[in-house]
């Protein structure tokens, strides 16, 4: 089998994709992440904040879980998802604050283990009794529907999206939790008229919304690609 090690060391590498955030939230966000990376202590590394934001997003599972039978599985969930934000947003900050960057490194892991915390999430959801674990099984196949385009796009178009509509997985978490509160003033909240639980409706719409997403931005990449490589004119002599 080849070495990949040494196929990667010897390949030149690509140019590498333009990263696009345009969140409700980006510029805050940045302001405050480059505060904290510039403080961290030298032992905080960028490869310590990735493991740490699949912890706690384990942990956000695991907790879901324990929501079934206390309300403080809320509340752990909540801090959990506080902690991942700041291990996922932090350590690609991190090592640009510190000119450690390992783009290719740092891409792959990253949203290998994003994608490992997503499972945990979900799964967490669907055994928590707050939301159908039909529900929660939509969002992560919509979620990786749209991963799947997300990363694509970058290889392809050159553009890393991270955030659609003002949303992106600050914002997320931010829902999350604002659910999580008001399950926890409210333990019984409906919504649309009594037909679905909080959680299941926001699902529903969390599925929705994934997916008319994916479909815009394939669509959109689609067509900016069929214009980029037209078909060569055939001789008509």
């Not at 994709?17 to 302001?31: D, F, P």
């Not at 599985?73 to 959990?80: D, E, M």
């Not at 999580?180 to 909240?189: H, K, Q, R, S, W």
């Not at 689609?222 to 980029?228: F, K, Q, S, V």
């Amino acid at each position: 089998m080849p070495d990949t090690a040494a196929h990667l060391a010897a390949a030149t590498p690509r140019q590498l994709a333009t990263r696009i955030q345009t969140s409700a939230l980006t510029g805050v966000e940045k302001r405050v992440l480059l505060w904290m990376a510039r403080r961290l202590p030298a032992w905080v590394t960028s490869d310590r904040l990735t493991v740490l934001a699949l912890v706690s997003m384990a942990g956000a599972g695991l907790s879901y879980w324990l929501a079934s039978v206390t309300a403080l599985g809320l509340v752990a969930a909540s801090a959990c998802l506080a902690v991942n934000w700041f291990g996922d947003s932090l350590d690609g900050t991190l090592a640009r604050v510190r000119q450690q960057e390992r783009p290719r490194y740092g891409y792959y892991v990253d949203h290998v283990l994003d994608a490992a915390g997503a499972v945990f999430l979900f799964a967490g959801l669907g055994l928590s009794g707050h939301m159908a674990p039909w529900v929660a099984a939509g969002l992560l196949v919509a979620y990786f529907l749209l991963c799947v385009e997300v990363y694509l796009a970058a290889h392809t178009v050159g553009r890393f999206e991270m955030s659609f509509f003002k949303m992106g997985p600050t914002e997320l978490r931010l829902l999350l939790v604002a659910g999580n509160v008001t399950l926890l003033v409210n333990p019984d909240a409906l919504a649309f008229g009594g037909a679905l639980s909080l959680f299941d409706a926001g699902g529903v719409l969390g599925i929705a919304g994934l997916v008319v997403t994916f479909l815009y931005s394939a669509v959109r990449h689609t067509l900016a690609l069929y214009r980029a490589e037209p078909l060569p004119l055939r001789d008509r002599s």
